[in-house]
């Protein structure tokens, strides 16, 4: 084989024999001083944005008769001397240590950032009717009690570039929480924005925030409270839901819309809003998905692969896999608790489930990978998990 060197291109290919040779030179020669394993910007990255970190419950408000709201400090005996940044509307999850299983729960942080600069976050939990770890959290934790934490997570934020200056929530019973973040918010100066607030609520009793938002309100032209009881009559609050002529009555030019609330609420929201002709771009939900749950009450064999192990349990109908997996004591990764973060993504070696949720990549379609907590087994299924 004749092999051409054009003459702008020729090398001294006797150079090659020396490499050994020069480079043992260079590592004599060169300064004894340690390697550089750590950079500011990537410990700061770090210090902002750490993978995990730990809480302890600092005081304990009650809001109502089944609504509690947590102020956490950081678990400084544990290594955690401050809170990741975050902004209004986002949400952290916590690791909850019940009945020998580690359950993964998310909770908004129901304040704004000040309150990080004060060393300090808050979040405000429901009881949830039958619900594991809302009992536990009500009913069991304590001052002075510790949790490990994953976060912040969540779009459910104000952003300039996409929304309008003029925020429209449309609450339904805990769904304040994020929006409360939103009002302080504003209300401290951080976010110069106008925040119109209908609020449903059965009765009186039932509104979580009611002082705080009225005194907001009261010293904030940008912040305006509207009450909704469906199941109780007061003369200073509306009577009845919200529907479209109060949506209508409260809209200025241009509006973005920020719904949170119960399944219902939002199917409710989402169909005025369509009657109402708001461009989708216009709209944010917080973690929700609006599928219908299946009422399969047959019981399906799920193999689950995770940690180079095969475990069988058992799935209903109308449950999902994640559930199964959480009362069987199999540790899979969970966030959202929706689908909506994609931390659960999962291949789906057999069998079919039923998702009635857009938000699932087309990739992920056509390669069979699902999020667990929000998939309904239909048959026998293997899935495998990300670890």
Request: proline share 4%.
């Amino acid at each position: 084989m004749n092999i051409k060197i054009n003459k702008n291109e020729k090398k001294d290919f006797a150079k090659f024999g020396n490499l050994s040779h020069d480079r043992d030179v260079c590592i004599r020669q060169a300064s004894k001083k340690e390697i550089q394993t750590s950079y500011f910007a990537n410990d700061l990255a770090l210090k902002l944005h750490p993978n995990s970190f730990y809480v302890r419950v600092k005081d304990i408000i009650m809001e109502t008769h089944d609504v509690k709201t947590f102020v956490l400090e950081p678990a400084e005996a544990k290594g955690t001397l401050s809170f990741p940044n975050y902004q209004a509307g986002q949400y952290i999850t916590l690791e909850i240590p019940l009945l020998n299983f580690i359950y993964q729960r998310p909770y908004t942080i129901s304040c704004s950032t000040t309150h990080r600069k004060n060393g300090e976050i808050q979040i405000t939990v429901k009881q949830v009717y039958n619900g594991i770890c809302s009992s536990y959290i009500l009913g069991e934790v304590q001052i002075g009690d510790v949790f490990l934490a994953h976060g912040p997570f969540g779009n459910f934020v104000y952003d300039p570039i996409r929304d309008c200056n003029h925020i429209i929530a449309l609450v339904g019973g805990s769904g304040i929480t994020p929006i409360m973040a939103i009002a302080e918010s504003i209300f401290d100066g951080i976010m110069d924005i106008h925040l119109t607030i209908l609020y449903g609520a059965k009765t009186k009793n039932d509104i979580i925030f009611k002082e705080k938002l009225e005194e907001m309100a009261k010293q904030c032209e940008k912040i305006q409270v509207i009450f909704v009881l469906s199941e109780e009559k007061n003369e200073w609050l509306r009577y009845g839901f919200i529907t479209k002529e109060l949506i209508a009555e409260v809209m200025e030019e241009k509006n973005s819309f920020f719904v949170c609330g119960p399944t219902s609420f939002y199917q409710a929201m989402n169909s005025i809003l369509l009657e109402l002709n708001i461009p989708n771009k216009f709209i944010r939900h917080d973690l929700y998905v609006d599928y219908m749950k299946p009422q399969l009450t047959d019981t399906f064999q799920v193999t689950v692969l995770t940690n180079g192990e095969e475990k069988k349990i058992v799935c209903k109908g109308n449950e999902t896999l994640m559930q199964a997996m959480e009362r069987e004591g199999i540790n899979a990764p969970k966030r959202c608790g929706v689908g909506e973060c994609g931390f659960c993504r999962s291949k789906l070696v057999s069998g079919t489930v039923f998702t009635d949720y857009e938000a699932v990549r087309k990739g992920d379609k056509q390669y069979q990978y699902i999020h667990p907590c929000a998939s309904y087994p239909t048959s026998d299924v293997i899935i495998r998990l990300p670890f």
